[in-house]
Structures are given as structure tokens and as C-alpha cells.
């Protein structure tokens, strides 16, 4: 079945380093993908998102392009702020659009 | 304001006592759902509905109960709790069945089953 496997965490960098949480994922056809954020007592907000093959989202400085050779949507951000400390999650939606599917999460702290 | 809002945020019960945690939104959207988020599980999609008398299992379904008599309500019934079914609960809406679009969240419910 479909499923995401996403980096392990915590990261903690330093403020105004370059962040990369790695993706991938398995799928049959071809799902759009996601990437939310979760700051600490809320709910998942979207950050971006990608529907198909070579599409890039960004959101933020946040970019992650979808990679159907790899089966891959890194998450990148060239320089991280305190307040991007949060926990983010892969996601994948198959394309009849019923399921979502989420990685585990990958906790950042930044700090100054 | 559009949201979507559960209740309560934080319980507390015993095992076997009955509960239900309610979802609503008011977005007209057709499409919710529940999952729970765990440690190093991430979130696993509990149930989904379609529409309105439309429900469907997700991943973990086992010891949940769902139903979806209007539109924006959708609630979460807890028959029988047991401790394994202490975690975090977030419920979820979005307008289309497509894939593409984004689901908007709640604020969580943090269950604690002793």
C-alpha cells in the first residue's frame, strides 16, 4: 500500500542554516504530495503542496520539488529562523483522493 | 471565521467508560476525517467520510466508531476506551473529493484512558 517515509529528527540547528528533511515515498499512480507544519498545542497547518511530477511548492522559503524518479519531495529552506521550530510532516494523498497518508514527523529546533 | 473545532481538548477517562469527542466545521466541506498521532507513528487516518451518511475505515479503525448524520459534524465515539487508545486526536475537513486539495485541521484532543 502507499505509505511515506520521512527523515528522522530532532534537527537542531543554528539560526540562518540551511535545513533539508528528506522524503520519500511509495504509491501507486500518481499522488499529490504535502508538506504540513505543527507548532507546539495546534493542529497541522499546510505549507506546501505538490500535485505532479517536477511541480515545485514553496511557501515561507520553504521548497520542496516533486521527484517521480526518485520518489522523493525534500523539504529545503536556505535559512532557518527560531520561529520555524516546529515538528513537519510528509504526506501523500492517492489519487481517487480518499486517504492521506503521513510520515512520522521531524521535529527542528533553531536556535539563535 | 472558517475553522474546525473539537471538543473537548483535553479528557481524561477510565477504560470501558463510554465517550465521544465531537468535530464540526463551518466550511461547507464535504470530505472529514480523524486520525490520531502517536511517537514515532506520525498520524494514522482512523476514518474518513465522503458526505453526509458516507463513512469509510482508515488505517486504524479497531475500537472507534464514526457517523456523519450532517454535513458539518463528525463525531468520534469511543465504545469501550482502552489504554492504547491514549493519545493525541485530530479531526480534519476539506471542500473536494480530489486529491490536491489540502485538508484543514483542528486544534487536537489530547485523550489520557487510565
Known amino acids: 500500500g502507499d505509505s511515506v517515509t520521512q527523515m528522522e529528527g530532532p534537527v537542531t540547528l543554528s539560526e540562518e542554516a540551511f535545513l533539508t528533511i528528506n522524503c520519500t515515498y511509495t504509491?501507486?499512480?500518481?499522488?499529490?504530495l504535502f508538506w504540513y507544519v505543527q507548532y507546539p498545542g495546534e493542529g497541522l497547518q499546510l505549507l506546501l503542496k505538490?500535485?505532479?511530477?517536477?511541480d515545485k511548492g514553496s511557501n515561507k522559503g520553504f521548497e520542496a520539488t516533486y521527484r517521480k524518479e526518485t520518489t522523493s519531495f525534500h523539504l529545503e529552506k536556505g535559512s532557518v529562523q527560531v520561529s520555524d521550530s516546529a515538528v513537519y510532516f510528509c504526506?501523500?494523498?492517492?489519487?481517487?483522493?480518499?486517504?492521506?497518508?503521513f510520515g512520522t514527523g521531524t521535529s527542528l529546533t533553531v536556535i539563535p | 471565521e472558517a475553522q474546525v473545532t473539537q471538543n473537548p481538548r483535553y479528557l481524561i477517562t477510565v477504560t470501558g467508560k463510554k465517550l465521544t469527542v465531537t468535530c464540526s466545521q463551518n466550511?461547507?466541506?464535504?470530505?472529514m476525517s480523524w486520525y490520531r498521532q502517536d511517537p514515532g507513528l506520525g498520524l494514522r487516518q482512523i476514518y474518513y467520510?465522503?458526505?453526509?451518511?458516507?463513512?469509510d475505515k482508515g488505517d486504524v479503525p479497531e475500537g472507534y466508531k464514526v457517523s456523519r448524520k450532517e454535513k458539518r459534524n463528525f463525531p468520534l465515539i469511543l465504545e469501550s476506551p482502552s489504554p492504547n487508545q491514549t493519545s493525541l486526536y485530530f479531526c480534519?475537513?476539506?471542500?473536494?473529493?480530489?486529491?490536491?486539495?489540502?485538508?484543514?485541521f483542528g486544534p487536537g484532543t489530547r485523550l489520557l484512558v487510565l
Open positions: 480534519a475537513s476539506r471542500p473536494l473529493l480530489l486529491a490536491g486539495e489540502t485538508q484543514y
Open positions: 504509491a501507486t499512480g500518481y499522488p499529490s
Open positions: 505538490a500535485t505532479k511530477a517536477d
Open positions: 504526506a501523500l494523498n492517492e489519487n481517487t483522493g480518499n486517504q492521506f497518508y
Open positions: 466550511m461547507n466541506h464535504e470530505y
Open positions: 467520510s465522503m458526505n453526509v451518511e458516507v463513512t
